[in-house]
């Protein structure tokens, strides 16, 4: 296989495999006659990408140079981390790179980038072939129900509600509605759990056709991956998914150039964990209106007379250790109206009335007073030795 792409597609390439390498650590290349398809796969299986470049991507194609079968193409498997060395800013690539030979060679083991930058700077990438085998995953997009196309900008703008910590978003679609909520798992503790649920008007979308109403849910890293991917080529994004269980389909494509196929596999979203969270929400909601009417509910005034509040005083309380009586006849009738609790709620209204009046009021420290006007303290202090204006004159004779 040998192929030459022009210095604005490279750009393209570039943003390809940096997309390819936030699914997986190893990337699959495989040569037709009329285009050329790289694949990737995660550690868990969960999610596939498989974008293809058409023969009209390439300033010149040939799918087997090296090969004397007409029929077959080359395959090969590639670690990822060696494809990101030749295209470490794709960003620039464009402005710098002015011609990309790609060469595929089976006898040699290697997978050869040749980059040609501008001023005659030619950077030559050997790639060590890991393996001589194609990838290829089963699903399918073409007899589904739910269709919707729309622009990134809309799934971005909504994942930017959630939080850092979800790994996982729920899509509750039908004829009416497009919901977004974050995922959380059965076994964690809803009242310490953020939820988050955006719904999205079906007239936002730019279509939006759903034949059976579908609640899937798939991995965050790889969506926001692919969205980030079609923001970079300023594309739409189509999404194309059946019922629970089967894999939803992001496509992205630009015409006859290339097509981005991205596949997450869905799974069924814990009814439990959702009616709970609604039971937990619905009583929470019902015991702040019990609170509220409470509340607002005609109460008779009572000076410590709370049931709880006298059942406390009945037992050894720390509120009421410790406090300084200097009176011991004060000390008396303390206990007097203690021991009289019983006697009737009236005694105890007068007992306590007589107790709030007896306790004195807090002393003013004269330690703090004489620390701050010290010098007014001294015996031998004279007013008159003081010079200047006296801003504050004596309010008494004393």
């Given at each position: 296989?040998?192929?030459?792409?022009?210095?604005p597609?490279?750009?393209?390439?570039?943003?390809?495999?940096?997309?390819?390498?936030?699914?997986?650590?190893?990337?699959?290349?495989?040569?037709?006659?009329?285009?050329?398809?790289?694949?990737?796969?995660?550690?868990t299986?969960?999610?596939?990408?498989?974008?293809?470049?058409?023969?009209?991507?390439?300033?010149?194609?040939?799918?087997?140079?090296?090969?004397?079968?007409?029929?077959?193409g080359?395959?090969?498997?590639?670690?990822?981390?060696?494809?990101l060395?030749?295209?470490?800013?794709?960003?620039?690539?464009?402005?710098?790179?002015?011609?990309?030979?790609?060469?595929?060679?089976?006898?040699?083991?290697?997978?050869?980038?040749?980059?040609?930058?501008?001023?005659?700077?030619?950077?030559?990438?050997?790639?060590?072939?890991?393996?001589?085998?194609?990838?290829?995953?089963?699903?399918?997009?073409?007899?589904?129900?739910?269709?919707?196309?729309?622009?990134?900008?809309?799934?971005?703008?909504?994942?930017?509600?959630?939080?850092?910590?979800?790994?996982?978003?729920?899509?509750?679609?039908?004829?009416?509605?497009?919901?977004?909520?974050?995922?959380?798992?059965?076994?964690i503790?809803?009242?310490?759990v953020?939820?988050?649920?955006?719904?999205?008007?079906?007239?936002?979308?730019?279509?939006?056709?759903?034949?059976?109403?579908?609640?899937i849910?798939?991995?965050?890293?790889?969506?926001?991956?692919?969205?980030?991917?079609?923001?970079?080529?300023?594309?739409?994004?189509?999404?194309?998914?059946?019922?629970?269980?089967?894999?939803?389909?992001?496509?992205?494509?630009?015409?006859?150039?290339?097509?981005?196929?991205?596949?997450?596999?869905?799974?069924?979203?814990?009814?439990?964990?959702?009616?709970?969270?609604?039971?937990?929400?619905?009583?929470?909601?019902r015991?702040?209106?019990?609170?509220?009417?409470?509340?607002?509910?005609?109460?008779?005034?009572?000076?410590?007379?709370?049931?709880?509040?006298?059942?406390?005083?009945?037992?050894?309380?720390?509120?009421?250790?410790?406090?300084?009586?200097?009176?011991?006849?004060?000390?008396?009738?303390?206990?007097?109206?203690?021991?009289?609790?019983?006697?009737g709620?009236?005694?105890i209204?007068?007992?306590?009335?007589?107790?709030?009046?007896?306790?004195?009021?807090?002393?003013?420290?004269?330690?703090?007073?004489?620390?701050?006007?010290?010098?007014?303290?001294?015996?031998?202090?004279?007013?008159?030795?003081?010079?200047?204006?006296?801003?504050?004159?004596?309010?008494?004779?004393?």
């Open positions: 296989m040998k192929c030459h792409i022009p210095g597609n490279v750009k393209v390439l570039g943003r390809t495999i940096h997309a390819l390498a936030r699914f997986g650590d190893e990337l699959y290349l495989e040569s037709s006659p009329d285009a050329i398809l790289l694949r990737t796969l995660n550690a299986e969960s999610a596939y990408a498989m974008i293809k470049f058409n023969k009209v991507f390439f300033s010149y194609f040939n799918y087997n140079f090296y090969s004397t079968d007409d029929k077959e080359l395959k090969c498997k590639i670690s990822m981390k060696s494809a060395n030749a295209f470490k800013s794709p960003t620039h690539m464009d402005k710098q790179v002015e011609n990309l030979e790609i060469k595929l060679d089976p006898e040699s083991c290697k997978l050869i980038f040749i980059v040609k930058c501008k001023h005659g700077i030619v950077k030559t990438h050997f790639v060590s072939i890991l393996d001589c085998k194609a990838m290829q995953a089963v699903y399918s997009k073409d007899l589904v129900h739910n269709r919707i196309t729309c622009s990134q900008k809309i799934f971005t703008e909504a994942l930017g509600n959630f939080q850092s910590s979800d790994d996982q978003v729920t899509i509750e679609a039908n004829s009416n509605s497009f919901i977004m909520r974050n995922y959380v798992d059965c076994n503790d809803l009242t310490k953020i939820r988050t649920q955006i719904n999205i008007k079906p007239t936002e979308f730019d279509s939006y056709v759903i034949g059976t109403e579908t609640i849910t798939f991995t965050l890293k790889e969506f926001k991956a692919l969205l980030a991917f079609a923001e970079a080529l300023s594309l739409p994004l189509q999404l194309q998914f059946e019922i629970t269980g089967k894999p939803v389909v992001f496509i992205v494509h630009n015409g006859t150039t290339f097509e981005a196929h991205f596949v997450l596999a869905t799974s069924k979203p814990d009814t439990n964990t959702q009616a709970s969270s609604t039971h937990n929400s619905s009583s929470v909601e015991k702040r209106k019990e609170v509220h009417s409470k509340s607002n509910s005609p109460i008779k005034k009572k000076l410590h007379l709370d049931v709880d509040l006298s059942k406390c005083l009945d037992e050894d309380s720390h509120l009421f250790n410790y406090i300084d009586i200097p009176i011991e006849k004060d000390l008396n009738n303390i206990d007097k109206s203690v021991h009289n609790k019983t006697t709620s009236q005694s209204l007068h007992d306590n009335m007589e107790c709030d009046n007896i306790i004195p009021g807090s002393p003013t420290s004269k330690i703090k007073i004489k620390a701050i006007f010290k010098r007014c303290f001294e015996s031998t202090f004279d007013p008159r030795s003081i010079q200047g204006l006296v801003l504050a004159e004596n309010s008494d004779s004393e």
